[in-house]
């Protein structure tokens, strides 16, 4: 299966801002909506926050809602996520995800619904 390229990981103290990009080299990215998810050791995945393909529509989960922040550039066939007032709890692997241009924005998220492309994933470490 055809992997995103994913990059902007780190460790990061408690407060500070990392900003993850996701590259799609090989696909019409303005025909798919784009997501992150995370998912911390033991715990289940999360959709973390995803964007429609025009960008008009995102979905955010409430525990990073005021904090993080998506956005596309169609042009160069990358998402990112700006990520900030970051904290310990937000400690996870971070993947990229493409679903088809059908698929609503918000199950994407909550879902994973749609979902045809992932990353190999991005470590994100926030300390005390």
């Known amino acids: 299966q055809e992997q995103l390229d994913e990059s902007g990981g780190g460790l990061v103290q408690a407060g500070d801002s990392l900003r993850l990009s996701c590259n799609d080299p090989g696909r019409a990215f303005s025909n798919y909506i784009m997501g992150w998810f995370r998912q911390a050791p033991g715990k289940e995945r999360e959709g973390v926050s995803c964007m429609s393909s025009s960008a008009s529509s995102t979905y955010y989960a409430d525990s990073v809602k005021g904090r993080f922040t998506i956005s596309r550039d169609n042009a160069k066939n990358t998402v990112y996520l700006q990520m900030n007032s970051l904290k310990p709890e937000d400690t996870a692997v971070y993947y990229c995800?493409?679903?088809?241009?059908?698929?609503?924005?918000?199950?994407?998220?909550?879902?994973?619904?749609?979902?045809?492309?992932w990353g190999q994933g991005t470590q994100v470490t926030v300390s005390v």
């Open positions: 995800a493409a679903a088809l241009v059908l698929t609503p924005v918000q199950a994407m998220c909550t879902k994973a619904l749609g979902v045809h492309y």
